[in-house]
């Protein structure tokens, strides 16, 4: 079997921490993605979840309550959009990019793209780089594939084409992949050594799973936890000079005092000056120019064998 | 119900009891080396993404479980070594030819690489379990140049007896150390007692076997803190063992190798501590069983 297929998406072994170098001298980088899905579960958005009383609260006091607390701490962040979230709302979409943020897609609606097949997973990359270059006004450099809070597992679903197909519609990134608490390499194809550039994503740091977890009502309120999460997630990666990664929704961490308590965590991280806080499409030409796919990814040669009685 | 049916079910249940009962028989007065207060297993799972490519999971989980590979177990290293500690490795045969490096700088660490399923199970067939264990001891000796001597697996004791393993730990029918017996009552394995309350994947691992978005694992680490180092209190007052068992793809992010740091140092601060692998403690039992302590048999029933 080639290399290590189906097991394993990247080399061996992570940069260690003494190989990690930020711009300008920076410690650390804190990269802060907002979800704009309303979606609850794997079929994506649908019209229920667009006249939700979530999804109003998502698009008007939520949203404006991030965006305000980003404003005040002065910092920066990647919004992962829906295709139909920006048809639907495309002067949110517009007032986004002009406070300095960065539009990246999520999908045509955030849905789980597992079972497409390829024509079909393809022309929905199309449509929604289209429709978002459209609002945004600018192409999207940056695809995500986050997870909804019905789904069966909490890392993002994918294909089996999404990523090569990612690379040939050009994107820059995927701003979801659990294999390293760095930006990484998912290799799409082991004998060209073609791969995309992978920003970490983890669910302990997504507000979904902490907010009513996994659903409104019946669901579990844990907003302390996640708040300890963070910020040991936090001192622990300044320390080590690596990455923080978080995940927000206006509807969870825009409410009330989950938006307190974050904005006391960001609060906190501006008294830091080494901080590097890129949005997704900053720190991925960042790392792929200092650390190109040529030179830092590893592949050793497979010494994967087949043997009777063993998963190939 | 009849009298007769009544009679018949406490005969099972009295049957399955006495089954039990005479299976395993625990130490009496069982005393650590040096006078220590407690013996600490810190035991390592590597699965990776095994378990998660076996139950056909999804591009992400298997990513997931990647994680533990290219990260987490290195981190996991770096920290037995900042506190002079020897771990016991887990290993499923197949990860020797996924994470051949990390494994060869963990034997060279002085770790014991111990077994952990070929690729994380078991199979039915007893030709093909023992096919499977005899190749996971043949790929661990390849790398760490020692055959395995202990297991944390779902084999028939007799078999892993068989294959000249002097322990498992996989079960909890007691706090500390306890023997395996066969059908005879003759000991044939030693069991150095797991428990899944003391598991790092049951308090972070989200859809762990299977388990359902209402029941997810989501505790942060300041609460894993205190219940590991209750449980750890709690044995120390009664030269008791514990047994802690992380997987690197969980234990190996940086918040919680931060929070393992803090746990260790806590343990650490109390006298009398003794850090060991599976296979040291394994081998102190054992010898105590055969030296210095006469074995009692667990009450019958």
Known sequence: MPWKQGYTISDEKSLADAEVHWPDGKRCAIHIVVDLSVASGPEGIGAEDLASPAAAFAVNDGLEGLLDALARQALRATFAVPAVMAECYPDRVKDIVGRGHEVAAHGFKGEDVSA??????????????????????????????????????????????????????????????????????????????????????????????????????????????LLRNWRAEFDAQYRRGRFFGMTLHPQHSGWCHRLAGLEEFLGGLGRLSDLWNPTGAQCARYWSETYPAAKSLKLAPSIWQDYPGSLS | MSSDRRSAELAELKAAAAQQGSRFRRFEDLCWPKGARIAVNITVDFDAMLLRRLNNEPPMELAKGEFGGRV???????????????????????????????????????????DHMWEHRVPKEADRARDHLMKTAAALEAIGGRRPVGSRSHYPPSLLHEQGFIYNS????????????????????????????????????????????????????????????????????????????????????????????????????????????????????????????????????
């Open chain 2, 170 to 301: 996989h079960g909890a029918r007691s706090h500390r150390p306890y023997s395996v017996l066969d059908e005879r009552g003759q000991p044939l394995l030693l069991e150095l007692p797991f428990h899944f309350a003391i598991d790092d994947a049951m308090f972070f691992s989200f859809a762990w076997y299977r388990s359902g978005n209402a029941g997810q694992r989501l505790a942060d680490t300041d609460r894993v803190f205190d219940l590991w180092l209750a449980a750890f209190q709690q044995q120390y007052r009664q030269a008791g063992y514990l047994n802690i068992c992380l997987h690197p793809f969980v234990s190996g992010r940086a918040l919680r190798v931060a929070m393992l740091d803090r746990l260790i140092a806590a343990m650490k601060a109390q006298p009398g501590v003794w850090f060991a692998s599976c296979e040291e403690v394994a081998r102190h039992c054992l010898a105590a069983q055969t030296a210095c302590v006469a074995p009692k048999a667990a009450p019958s029933p």
């Open chain 1, 116 to 225: 497409l097949r390829r024509e079909e997973e393809k022309a929905r990359i199309a449509l929604a780089t289209d429709v978002l270059a459209a609002i945004a006004g600018r192409r999207p450099a940056g695809w995500f594939a986050l997870p909804r809070q019905k789904d069966a597992f909490a890392g993002g679903a994918i294909s089996a084409n999404t990523m090569g197909l990612l690379l040939e519609a050009g994107y820059d990134y995927m701003g979801n992949g659990l294999a390293d608490d760095l930006p990484h390499y998912w290799v799409t194809d082991f004998a060209s050594r073609q791969a995309i550039l992978t920003l970490p994503y983890y669910y302990h740091f997504d507000d979904q799973f902490f907010c009513m977890f996994p659903t409104e009502g019946t669901g579990l309120e844990n907003p302390d936890a």
């Open chain 2, 72 to 114: 987490g177990v290195w981190r996991l290293l770096e920290l037995f070594a900042a506190h002079d500690i020897k771990a016991t490795i887990f290993t499923p045969g197949r990860i020797c030819e996924l994470y051949p490096e990390a494994l060869r700088a963990a034997a060279r660490a002085g770790h014991e690489l111990a």
